[in-house]
């Protein structure tokens, strides 16, 4: 099996930052227009991008849900959580890129 780095894992992890922010917008987009129009109902993006966000949160997600921190949390411990759990994304697709050479090696 091919060795991980932790620059690989770095790249990764901000890869997953960047982009589940980037959907996150997309998820959120939108509810403005909710607000002000009960009979508005949400695009295609917005909806894809919504299970999207749904998966790249795991794992941290159903912690911070399980622990039901919610509003009473300060900011910072919602960062930390946001920012580990791309950490956790990192590790989990450096080893997945390693084991995926190792494999076309063998």
């Known amino acids: 099996m091919a060795k991980i780095s932790p ?7 901000a890869l997953h ?7 996150l917008f997309f998820a959120l987009g939108g509810f403005s227009e909710a607000m002000d129009d009960p ?15 749904q998966i790249l949160a795991a ?11 919610g509003h009473k949390s300060p900011d910072s411990l919602e960062w930390t959580f946001f920012l580990f759990n791309s950490v956790i994304w990192g590790v989990g697709l ?13």
């Open 94 to 106: 450096a080893y997945l890129r390693a084991w995926l050479l190792g494999r076309r090696d063998a």
């Open 39 to 53: 009979n508005w109902t949400r695009s295609l993006v917005g909806r894809i991008a919504d299970v999207l966000v």
């Open 59 to 69: 794992p941290m997600m159903l912690v911070w849900v399980g622990l039901e921190l």
């Open 7 to 13: 620059s690989q894992v770095l790249g990764f992890s």
């Open 17 to 23: 930052l960047i982009v589940t922010m980037v959907v």
